[in-house]
């Protein structure tokens, strides 16, 4: 499956930004969904999974209560909505697929997209 992922940018901090990750080329509703991020230099991280039906949702405790995952499997489409932005969240973030029921793992994720920068000023 491909990936891409969009909707980056800069933000104030306190704002709010929504990533879309788009995939084709294989039945997207069988995949487990997850987003990570890599800061300037800085291993890539968790953020978020979502299992193949949407049902299943995980968080980095870093992020809870202000990120949300979710995912239109009729649109083949992953989102990360993103609220309360901080500095600390700038990062490429990542969309990755494995076919199951989402991991927080970065080894279980088969397919990745090209990523796509999020700035938080402050």
């Known amino acids: 499956v491909q990936l891409q992922a969009s909707g980056g940018g800069l933000v104030q901090a306190g704002g709010s930004l929504r990533l879309s990750c788009a995939a084709s080329?294989?039945?997207?509703?069988?995949?487990?969904m997850g987003w990570f991020r890599q800061a300037p230099g800085k291993e890539r991280e968790f953020v978020a999974t979502?299992?193949?039906?949407?049902?299943?949702?995980y968080y980095a405790d870093s992020v809870k209560g202000r990120f949300t995952i979710s995912r239109d499997n009729a649109k083949n489409t992953a989102y990360l909505q993103m609220n309360s932005l901080k500095p600390e969240d700038t990062a490429v973030y990542y969309c990755?697929?494995?076919?199951?029921?989402?991991?927080?793992?970065?080894?279980?994720?088969?397919?990745w997209g090209q990523g796509t920068l999020v700035t938080v000023s402050s």
């Open positions: 979502i299992s193949w039906s949407g049902g299943i949702t």
């Open positions: 080329g294989r039945t997207f509703s069988v995949y487990g």
């Open positions: 990755a697929a494995e076919r199951g029921w989402g991991s927080s793992r970065l080894d279980a994720y088969e397919y």
